[in-house]
Structures are given as C-alpha cells and as structure tokens.
C-alpha cells in the first residue's frame, strides 16, 4: 500500500512532529483519570480543579514536547490562554463515556463535537479512541467499524489527520475486571495484533495508529526476541506511522516498551500518566503538583525524547509513502483545480 498525503494531513503530521519527523506528544485529554480524583477530593464534580490540572500540565510539559493532545471539556477553554501555538494541537472527539455491554463497548462522538468543529478552530489532527477486540459481539463490532470509519471519511473530507488509538479491555467471561482507562494485565498479545490489523485498510482512513503494547507494561524487561517479534508484527500491520500510548505504565516501564517499539519502526509516542501521574498525585497541593512536574516529569520527558531521536524512525521516512513522504501532491500550477473543496 502506497499512500499520497494531501496537503492538509501532511502539514498537519509536520506540525505534530519535531524538524526530523519524530513524534513525542503529551495527552492532557484524559477525563475519568482527572476527574476521579477530584472529584473525590471535592465531594463531587469541580469543572475548575479538573480544568486547573489541565492548565498546569500544558504549562509544565509544551516546552518538551512536540503536539499537545487536548480535549473540549476542559483542556481547551481553560488552557487555551497558556498553549504554545508552537506546538501541534491535536484534539480528542471521542466520549469519554462508553456503553458496556459485557461483550463489548460502544464508541461515539462527544456531543456537539465533531472533525469539522476540530478543524475550524484550528487543530492539527483528529484523535480517536476506540475500545475494541476480535471477540467482542458481532453487535459492537459492527458499531466500532462504523465509528471508526466515519470518522476516517470526514477527516478525508476536511483534510486533517486521523489519530487513531486502539484498546483493548476486558468482556464477561475474562477473570480481569475494569472500566479504566488502564491496560489489561492479562491481555493477549493476539487481540492487540488482531485489532491493529482489523483497521489498517485503506477504507478507515486512519493517518497514524497509537497502540499499546502487545505484552503488559508492568515489569516489561529488555533484550526479549519474542516480545520484539510481537512489536515487529504491529509494525508491519500497522503499514503506516504508528506511536505508543503509555495506558499508565511506570516511567521505566514506559521507556522500555519505547525501546522495543522504535526497533520495530515506531515514530514516536503520545503518552500522557507515564509522564504526569507521579505528579498530579500530590493533587490538591499545587505547588506539590507543579514541583512534581518540574522535577520528575520533565526529565523524564527528555530522556524519552533523547531516545526517540536516537532511535524512532522519522514518520515521512515510512514505507507507505514510497520514499516520497514529504512531497506535494501536485507541484504545478494545476494544484488548484486538482485539490478538493470541503
């Protein structure tokens, strides 16, 4: 599969990385994680405190990274004034909320949310969060392919990048039980690697895959063949730029699963608790909070960039685009007459 990027998505995957192509994007977008603590703290529901985390995390961590992952409830109102317009701005459409049906989750839009609203205040990328496994009800399979799907078509439609991030998590009849945004101890590797592939074609029009890895975090350890063989497959099924997402593995945890991705051609990562939950746990101290930021998570953060730059492969270097990455789609004056209208 050769891919030609529009002029839309290509700016938009320029903006998200650093001059060599390489991604190391922060998520400030998570919802339940915030909100869960506040709200236990505050006695229920508190839009500021939740918004305030948000704001002091953008603060601390832009300058280290290269896009910024942002949702619509709270990030972007009350963080709008801090975010660096420097950096890529990616912004989350999916719900945090989902229907669980013990064989399987439904997926859907934010209300009065969508990829032309994302897009017309200016954002670089659409991200999409899907729950998903090849053995869930022919029911919700059927439901997530259609979300997936409609979402890749209307950002063809706008000329904006499709960032879309796979989980997978747990039915009735597994021992594990959660509704968090956490990784699953006792995954399969299979059900990661089906997943990537049930939406590498062509017709979902995902740009690039965030993924988790296909073996748990928690303990991961190095110098593996066999977990590289597992992390070489989601690259070659992924067939296009793919990132890790962190799923709230440890920091070393975290930079191990790095290791073993960017040998497998991975182009960087889009983490958001490997980097800050250390940090936000001293939530409701604020300076405990931004000390924590300042101290913990933003070497981290270099240390992970210095690895990616040692290691990730840039994304305009990908196979898919045939070695022609970072070319435009139609270098003569006929460009116009070419370039479809919204």
Known sequence: MTITLTPGKQMGFRRMSDAAGRFKMTAVDQRPPIKTAVEAHRGGPHWEDVARVKTELLRALQPSSTAMLMDPHYAIPHGWQVFDPAKGLIVTLEDSQFRDTGQGRFSAEIDDWSV??????????????????PDISDEVRAAQHDFVKRTGEACARFDIPFLFELLVHPIESDAEQTSEYTEMATKHADHVLQSVDAFAGADYGVDVFKLESPVPAKGITGGDAQVQALFDEIGKLAARPWVMLSAGAGKPDFKTVLEYAYAAGASGYLA??????????????????????????????????????AHATPWHEHACYGGRGLDFIDPTAGFRQGYGDI
Do not use: C
């Open 116 to 133: 032309g609203k994302i897009k017309r205040m200016g954002g670089d990328a659409v991200k999409v969060l899907a729950w998903y496994r």
């Open 272 to 309: 958001g608790r490997a980097i800050w939950l250390d940090a936000f746990a001293a939530y409701p101290d604020w300076e405990a909070m931004a000390a924590g930021l300042r101290r913990d998570s933003v070497p981290y953060m270099e240390d992970l960039n210095a690895l990616t730059d």
